[in-house]
Structures are given as C-alpha cells and as structure tokens.
C-alpha cells in the first residue's frame, strides 16, 4: 500500500508497510498512478499517460519506481499481521494517571471532565488511596522497571499536599521494587507559585502548562468560578515555569473548537511569546455543545494545518524554532512494531486511578461504569472489557486495516470511538480525517528540512 500526495509544491509517497518517504518530480508523479495497488504496471494507464504527457522522462521513471519497488521500498507487502499474535500477549501496567482532584477552580466551556467531577461528586484523593497506587503498579509492572506516573484532574494543584507525599512514596519503594518512577503533572497554572513550582521542578520529569493561545480564545473557554478569564494571570506564571525549567521538558497545551477553525494563530502567538514545546488538539465534543468540529469544517482544518505547517519550516529556518507536538513524527526509529499496532495502552499498559480507587482505562473513560477494572485494594476484577482493550489493534479494526495512517495513529483513540460509536473498534471519522491530515503535515515537514540539510 501507498499513499501519495502533494503539498506545497511537492510531490510525497510513502510506502506504508517499509515506512519509506519518497519525493517525486512531476512527471514520475503521474506515472506512479499508473502503478496498481499491488505494484504491477498497468500499461493501459501508461499508453493513455503518454498521450497526454511528452515523451521525455517517462521511460526513467517508470524504471527508477520499478528499481524502488524491487529494493522493496514502494508497494512493499504488510510483513506485521502474520506475527500480530505474539505481540498480542498478555502485557505489564506501565503507567497511571492518578486523579489527584475530581475538583477544578475552572469551568472551561469544553471540558470533558464536566468542569472536574467525571460524572460523579467531587472529591480529592487520599493519601492512603495514592500509596496503594504507587503499591498496585509496582506489583502489576512485572519485570517492567521504569514506570510512569501522570498525576492529573480536574486541577492536581488543588490537592498538592497528596502529590507530594505519593511521590515521596514512590521513591522510598524505588529500592525494594527495583523499580524507576517518572512523573508528569498538568495543571491548569493558576494556583502554580513558587514553593509548588520547585517542588515541581524537583521532582516531575515533565509538566504541561494548559492554556488555549490568544487572550480572546482562551478566556472565552477557559474561565474561572466567577466567569471571569485566566490568561493575564497563568502566561506570566507559565513563562517563569518554562524559564526554570531551562525551557525543557515541558508542554503549553491548548485546545482548539469550532470557536476558532484558525487554530494555527494560537500556535503561533504561544510561539511569539516564547514557548518552544507546544501541543494545540481538536476538541472533542459532542454535537449539542456547538463546540465540537464537524465534517463540514474539515477542509477548513485542512487548509489551517497546512497553512501552520509553512509557517513552521519557515519559523525554524528564520531561526525562530519551535516545536509543535502533532508535528513530530520519527521516521527512522519511532515506537516499537507492537506500539504502532496497539496504540496508547489504555485499558492494558496504561490505567486511569480515581481519588476512591477504582481504575479505568483511561482518564476519559472515568465515571462511566461500564469501564470499571477493579480498584486498587482489590486489584482487576476480571471484567471482559479489558479484554477488549488487549484483543484491540489496527487489524481488528475495518476501517483501520485499510488505512495508509494506520502505523502511525495505531488506530485512534478508544475513548473517542466509544464516546462516538459506543464501540472502540469504530473509528471516530472526524479524529481519524485531522490526524491523516496531520501526518501529510509531519511528512511534507521532513521533506523540507531533509531538502534543507
């Protein structure tokens, strides 16, 4: 399988199953179409082709596509189904996202979390409920030895007494476990002063800073109990955070919604106001809400990321560097085979804890009961809805298995396709249509800066 496409002025091929990028002229370009799927040279194509195109170059190219499908780096054949069962095993826990506060002192118009409760009451999390946490993931990690721990909300900072005592905790057991903790925290930066931020600096891997662009975006989403807005007090508080922390390890993250289709000046005025490490998502929201972004408005999506994807080569090569998250993409390494057919982990690898116990499969599964594993006195309760996160992968999934993104958004997001679909196996079609679009944005990317070294 291949997907062509072009942006910008350039031609793009990726090979799907190899993971070879290759960039065509012109004319090999539309001689490339007279390839069918399974690689053979559909010659009624090219007697057609070469009534319209000049001689010239055509022989050459169809030799130089012929030459890359013998190297195996065009119309390559998918080699990863056949072995999918053994990478279908029974896997570790290596990560939770610990809801330190079903609380929040925001009430942002598009939060999924019902403004922090999930569904339910609001409530913090106890002392003793993030020690048995801590205890859960060391016992079910098996010989897994570094581990990852989110801790996350409503708003953490709400509760920050309790994260510090469970991560005090995590690395007393760190010896006996033999076992490496990283942390990460997102926070909503308004209760982020000194005392918290250096703990913070101390001790978290990572943190993300969450705010949604320009002052007149995010204060019409992101505003307080009193409906008041945020931005004029978290950006000079996020910037010193940044400025800490030597301008690494860290994210701004925002989220765009049908308010604003032209995301992309959010990106760049988080930018021009000096963050390097920047992640803008779609919101996801339901109809009713008038938020969510629909399918008419995906041309315009369209046209936003490819606009923000010049201004970002064009930005760095300035040598005004910054990186944005949906942008990155590891053509040479990047996750494991097992990793891009699976996912996150979510509801296997990767659990949500709330502040009475119970786990999830994810943060956004919370406070549906359907979702319930089991808790972290008892430990997994045997529900089969796990087992439907273990058996889930892009094979199992029909609209994935045909899909030239597939190795690279593992299948989506389950947690959208339930939200959607009310089954994780069905792609939510309006995620699936921005992510395949922001990959051809990664892609054209490294065409530019390959070109450019």
């Not at 989110?150 to 007494?161: A, I, K, Y």
Request: glycine share 8%; proline share 3%.
């Amino acid at each position: 399988m291949i997907h062509a496409f072009s942006m910008h002025g350039t031609n793009l091929v990726l090979d799907v199953s190899s993971g070879a990028v290759h960039v065509f002229d012109d004319t090999a370009f539309e001689v490339l179409k007279c390839f069918d799927q399974d690689g053979r040279l559909n010659d009624e194509k090219l007697y057609k082709l070469k009534e319209q195109l000049p001689q010239k170059g055509i022989p050459e190219a169809v030799d130089e596509i012929q030459a890359l499908i013998d190297e195996g780096l065009l119309f390559s054949v998918d080699p990863y189904e056949e072995y999918l069962p053994q990478w279908s095993k029974q896997t570790v826990v290596k990560a939770l996202c610990l809801h330190i506060a079903h609380d929040c002192n925001l009430r942002c118009k598009y939060c999924f979390a019902g403004t922090g409760e999930y569904l339910g009451e609001r409530s913090l999390m106890s002392l003793e409920v993030g020690k048995k946490a801590i205890d859960f993931l060391i016992e079910n990690s098996g010989n897994r030895r570094n581990l990852e721990v989110d801790f996350f909300g409503g708003e953490p900072l709400m509760n920050f007494d309790v994260v510090k005592e469970i991560v005090h905790y995590a690395r007393s057991r760190e010896s006996d476990s033999g076992k490496n903790f990283r942390f990460t925290i997102t926070t909503n930066v308004l209760l982020l002063d000194k005392e918290k931020r250096d703990f913070i600096n101390e001790h978290m891997h990572n943190v993300v800073l969450s705010i949604d662009g320009r002052k007149e975006i995010n204060d019409y989403m992101r505003q307080r109990v009193d409906g008041t807005g945020c931005y004029d007090r978290i950006l000079p508080l996020a910037k010193i955070m940044v400025e800490e922390r030597g301008h690494e390890n860290y994210y701004v993250r925002g989220t765009f919604t049908r308010n604003n289709l032209d995301f992309g000046e959010d990106v760049l005025h988080l930018a021009d106001e000096g963050f390097e490490q920047i992640s803008v998502e779609p919101v996801v929201a339901s109809a009713d809400s008038g938020l969510d972004i629909r399918e008419e408005d995906i041309p315009r999506v369209w046209d936003e990321y490819e606009r923000l994807a010049k201004a970002y080569v064009e930005r760095r090569a300035s040598g005004r560097w910054f990186n944005f998250f949906h942008f990155m993409l590891d053509l040479e390494g990047g996750p494991c085979i097992a990793k891009r057919l699976r996912g996150c982990g979510s509801g296997t690898e990767y659990l949500a804890v709330t502040p009475e116990g119970d786990l999830y499969p994810c943060h956004q599964f919370v406070g549906q009961p359907r979702f319930i594993l089991g808790s972290v006195f008892e430990g997994f309760t045997g529900n089969p809805v796990r087992e439907e996160f273990f058996k889930s992968n892009v094979y199992e999934k029909p609209e994935c298995r045909e899909c030239w993104a597939k190795f690279y958004c593992s299948g989506g997001c389950a947690a959208n396709a339930w939200k959607f679909n009310q089954d994780i196996k069905k792609t939510y079609k309006v995620g699936c249509e921005l992510e395949k679009k922001r990959i051809e944005c990664a892609l054209w990317i490294k065409a530019q800066e390959f070109d450019g070294n």
